[in-house]
């Protein structure tokens, strides 16, 4: 009884905005669309087989790059990043820490805009190149997938530092420095200790960026051009421009199935781990 | 055995690329050129020009009177769902509810804001503040829960008991024990929500339909068109406001949530 007045209101919340809507999606999409913005009557399985369309498939592929490469950076740049600031003594890691979360905090839009400004035309970037002499005043450093990519790495960074800083500050530096009182060479050391060692924060830092990323629209939108557009702009466009409810389910389904898959592959290597090794425990961060 | 210097060289040098164009973004704010060329004298005019754009001060207040209700109701939503969480744990009913907790803060923005679309054109509610309102408060749920309960797990519970067996009743105890135990995770899950609501711009732009404006919307449209250094003097504004509130958050708490990261 007491349970149920406790988790009812959340419970009841969830499942009328959260649950039922995602469900009326995957609906909404073998469902015809009227000339007029609603839907009609009947069923179709035409909504879904114009997906098939190579135009569609460049941007699922598209997509699907631009959200590696930013994985890739993110965790690149995330990971030396981490095991600095576990390194790093006591009184310094808190400083360096608030550092890194503070960006975290800020608006979203404003740190897009930022980035517009400086890649501008009339902006600093664009003059240091020039002036540099790496670029000359015909390039355009905005509305490309360059841009596109450059942004994302800067909005998801933070997300991917967090989880690998949390793994890296459980991890026992003297594993690392057994291996290289035992002839190992620094690098070697690093790949084949500490990257193990840190598994569940890595597994956490790709699947906090590559998640989002996959659902990017904002980034692409501002500073992207007509040939940097994501799954999330032919969303966006179905609603906003076209008024086509039905197809924009569809382009939703293909992106929730796309973010489902690297969670059950997840969930799935990590039965397998747990099975071969069944008394181990893989803390979970996030 | 002497260390590496390269980590703490790309930890410079990543902090240089998260700290360099906010505060390029500030500088110009003060900078009398139009376009942030080149640096043109020192000027509040950017800032004295917001004073007189009505439509942004309109778009101001709608976010913040929704992120004041969106902070209230889902602190309670939230609330009461970590105290379930926490004190049913091992129930089925609660592993449900868990998943529904867990889920919507790893779905997309972008899924969130077109299902809530669908359910409010198909139940055929308007579209406005206050399905703003309703946005907000579905995704802010689960990061009050979350908190909250992070905190519920780090107390003794044998306080509450004790309570009881003193003869408080079920309100007293509710206030006069579990309240102030939970006071410093409260105030943390109230400022996430209030910050995540007075920030959020994907799932809004999908549910706010033609009219209703909030101040993130209105920054979306001035960026659209014509990129003003307006945007630079408001955006200042904003990163101080965000950089207070991350700061008594601090003071707030000395629970994790912002070590926890999401």
């Not at chain 1, 399985?45 to 369309?53: D, E, I, M, Q, S």
């Not at chain 1, 530092?161 to 690093?190: M, S, T």
């Not at chain 2, 905190?151 to 509710?174: K, M």
């Amino acid at each position: 009884m007491q349970e149920w007045l406790l988790t009812a209101p959340s419970f009841l919340w969830l499942a009328a905005f959260f649950l039922l809507p995602t469900l009326l999606v995957f609906f909404l999409a073998f469902r015809p669309a009227d000339p007029y913005g609603g839907i009609g009557p009947g069923w179709t399985l035409n909504t879904l087989k114009a997906l098939g369309h190579s135009y569609y498939l460049d941007i699922a592929w598209r997509t699907l790059w631009v959200s590696l490469l930013t994985t890739a950076f993110c965790v690149l740049l995330a990971v030396p990043t981490g095991y600095a600031l576990a390194r790093a003594s006591e009184k310094r890691r808190r400083l360096l820490l608030m550092l890194v979360i503070v960006p975290f905090w800020t608006s979203f839009l404003i740190r897009i805009f930022a980035w517009k400004s400086l890649l501008h035309p009339e902006g600093l970037i664009k003059h240091v190149l020039i002036a540099v002499g790496l670029a000359d005043p015909q390039t355009s450093l905005l509305y490309n997938t360059g841009a596109v990519v450059l942004v994302m790495v800067y909005t998801f960074l933070p997300f991917s530092i967090l989880p690998i800083y949390a793994a890296a500050e459980k991890f026992d530096f003297r594993l690392v420095e057994a291996a290289r009182d035992l002839g190992a060479r620094p690098f070697a050391a690093f790949l084949k200790v500490f990257l193990p060692g840190i598994r569940s924060g890595l597994v956490t830092a790709i699947l906090v960026v590559f998640i989002p990323a996959l659902g990017s629209y904002v980034i692409p939108d501002i500073v992207g051009g007509p040939r940097s557009e994501m799954i999330g702009n032919k969303i966006a466009q179905r609603v906003f421009v076209d008024r086509n409810l039905p197809h924009a389910s569809a382009l939703s389904v293909v992106l929730i199935l796309a973010v489902l898959a690297p969670l059950l592959a997840i969930l799935v290597l990590q039965r397998k781990k747990d099975k071969e090794k069944p008394r181990v425990i893989v803390p979970e961060d996030a | 055995m002497k260390r590496s210097r390269f980590p703490l060289l790309i930890m410079g040098l990543v902090l240089l690329f998260f700290y360099l164009p906010i505060i390029i973004l500030v500088i110009n704010s003060f900078n009398a050129s139009r376009f942030g060329s080149g640096w043109q004298g020192f000027s509040l005019i950017w800032y004295r020009r917001l004073l007189h754009e009505p439509e942004i001060w309109a778009a101001a207040r709608n976010t913040l009177v929704i992120a004041v209700l969106v902070t209230i109701v889902s602190l309670i939503l939230g609330t009461t769902s970590a105290l379930a969480l926490h004190r049913f744990a091992k129930s089925r009913l609660q592993r449900v509810h868990y998943t529904l907790i867990y889920t919507p803060l790893v779905v997309p923005e972008i899924l969130m804001g077109i299902s809530l679309l669908m359910g409010f054109v198909a139940a055929g509610v308007g579209l406005g503040l206050f399905t703003i309102f309703l946005a907000h408060v579905t995704f802010c749920i689960s990061y009050v829960a979350l908190v909250v309960l992070g905190r519920l797990q780090d107390f003794d519970f044998s306080v509450v008991e004790a309570a009881q067996d003193l003869g408080a009743g079920w309100w007293a105890t509710a206030r006069k024990v579990l309240l102030p135990m939970l006071a410093p995770g409260l105030a943390a899950g109230g400022l996430l929500a209030f910050t995540l609501s007075v920030d959020d711009f994907v799932i809004t732009f999908f549910v706010a339909g033609p009219g209703a404006t909030t101040l993130p919307i209105r920054v979306y449209s001035m960026i659209k068109h014509g990129a003003t250094p307006l945007i630079n003097a408001l955006s200042t504004i904003l990163l101080v406001l965000t950089f207070t509130i991350v700061l008594v958050s601090q003071r707030l708490s000395r629970s994790n949530i912002l070590e926890g990261g999401v």
